[in-house]
C-alpha cells in the first residue's frame, strides 16, 4: 500500500489547522491593540477638549490682564490727576469723598503739587497751548511721584 | 480496473483532502499577512498616540501652570477695573446731580454709564 497521499494530506491538513491557529491568535492580538488604540484616541479627544478649554480660559485672562493695563495705565491716571487737580484746585468735597471711597488719595495733589502744576499750566497757556483734552485742565505732575493705579 | 484504480497513487480520497488543506493553508496565510499588517498599522497607530497624549498632558500642565501663575494678576486687573467703573459711576452720579467738575470729567473724556435698568452691569465706556 503506497502511503504517500495519506502523508501529504495528513501534513497539509496538520499545516492548515496550524495555520489557523496561527490566524486565530493574531486577530485576537490585533483585536486587542485595536481596542488599546480606541481607550487612546478617547483619551486623545478628552486631552484635547481640556487643552482647548484652558486655552479659552488663558485667552480670557489675557483680555482682562489687557484692559486693567489700559485701566491702570492709559486711561486711568489721566482722568484721576484730572480729578485730584479739580479736588485741590476748587476745593470739591464731594468728587474729593469718592476718590476717597475708593482709596486713590494718592491722585490729590497737595499745596505745593498744585502750585506746580498751576505754573505749569499758566506755562501751557502762555506758549497758547492747550491741554491734551477738552476737559483736561491739570498738566502731568512733575515733582510728585505718579501714583500708580492699583487695587 | 478497480486493480488499476487502488494502484495509481494519485486517485485515492487523500487527494482532494489534500488539495482542501492546501488550499485553506493558502487561505490562513494570506490572512495571517493581513493581520500581521494591520497589527504593524496598529502599533504604529498607538506609538503616535502616545505621542500625542504626551504632548498634549505637557500643554494641559504648562497651561494649567500658567493660567494659575496669572490667576493674581487677573485678580488685581479685575479689581482695578471694578475700583475704577465704581469711581466713575460716582462721578456720573455728581455729574447727574449738577457738579460741573464731575461733568467736565465725564464730557472731556467721553464716558458713558450704562444705566442700571438696561443691563445689570454697569459698563463703563472711553
Request: hydrophobic letters at 35%; glycine letters at 8%.
Given at each position: 500500500m503506497n502511503i504517500a497521499p495519506f502523508l501529504l494530506s495528513s501534513v497539509l491538513a496538520l499545516l492548515a489547522v496550524i495555520l489557523s491557529f496561527v490566524s486565530f491568535s493574531g486577530s485576537q492580538s490585533n483585536n486587542g491593540l485595536q481596542s488599546e488604540l480606541l481607550k487612546k484616541q478617547s483619551e486623545i479627544q478628552d486631552l484635547s477638549q481640556a487643552v482647548t478649554l484652558q486655552n479659552q480660559e488663558y485667552q480670557r485672562?489675557?483680555?482682562?490682564?489687557?484692559?486693567?493695563?489700559?485701566?491702570?495705565?492709559?486711561?486711568?491716571?489721566?482722568?484721576?490727576?484730572?480729578?485730584?487737580?479739580?479736588?485741590?484746585?476748587?476745593?470739591?468735597?464731594?468728587?474729593?469723598?469718592?476718590?476717597?471711597?475708593?482709596?486713590?488719595?494718592?491722585?490729590?495733589?497737595?499745596?505745593?503739587?498744585?502750585?506746580?502744576?498751576?505754573?505749569?499750566?499758566?506755562?501751557?497757556?502762555?506758549?497758547?497751548?492747550?491741554p491734551a483734552n477738552g476737559s483736561s485742565t491739570a498738566p502731568a505732575p512733575v515733582a510728585p511721584a505718579a501714583p500708580t493705579l492699583r487695587p | 480496473m478497480d486493480t488499476q484504480d487502488t494502484q495509481n497513487p494519485f486517485i485515492s480520497i487523500h487527494v482532494p483532502v489534500a488539495l482542501v488543506a492546501l488550499a485553506l493553508s493558502i487561505l490562513f496565510l494570506g490572512q495571517i499577512k493581513g493581520v500581521g499588517s494591520a497589527t504593524e498599522t496598529t502599533k504604529w497607530q498607538g506609538a503616535t498616540a502616545d505621542k500625542q497624549i504626551a504632548v498634549l498632558k505637557e500643554n494641559r500642565d504648562k497651561l494649567a501652570k500658567a493660567i494659575e501663575e496669572r490667576a493674581p494678576l487677573v485678580k488685581q486687573s479685575e479689581d482695578t477695573q471694578k475700583k475704577f467703573t465704581e469711581l466713575l459711576k460716582d462721578v456720573d452720579a455728581l455729574a447727574r446731580g449738577g457738579d460741573e467738575d464731575a461733568k467736565k470729567i465725564i464730557v472731556g473724556y467721553g464716558i458713558k454709564i450704562a444705566e442700571p435698568a438696561a443691563s445689570s452691569n454697569s459698563k463703563t465706556e472711553k
Open positions: 485672562q489675557g483680555e482682562i490682564i489687557n484692559a486693567g493695563a489700559q485701566v491702570a495705565q492709559k486711561v486711568g491716571p489721566q482722568i484721576l490727576r484730572d480729578m485730584g487737580y479739580f479736588v485741590a484746585q476748587n476745593k470739591n468735597e464731594k468728587l474729593k469723598a469718592a476718590m476717597l471711597k475708593q482709596k486713590l488719595e494718592d491722585f490729590i495733589p497737595n499745596d505745593e503739587q498744585l502750585k506746580q502744576m498751576n505754573k505749569q499750566l499758566d506755562e501751557m497757556r502762555k506758549q497758547g497751548g492747550q | -
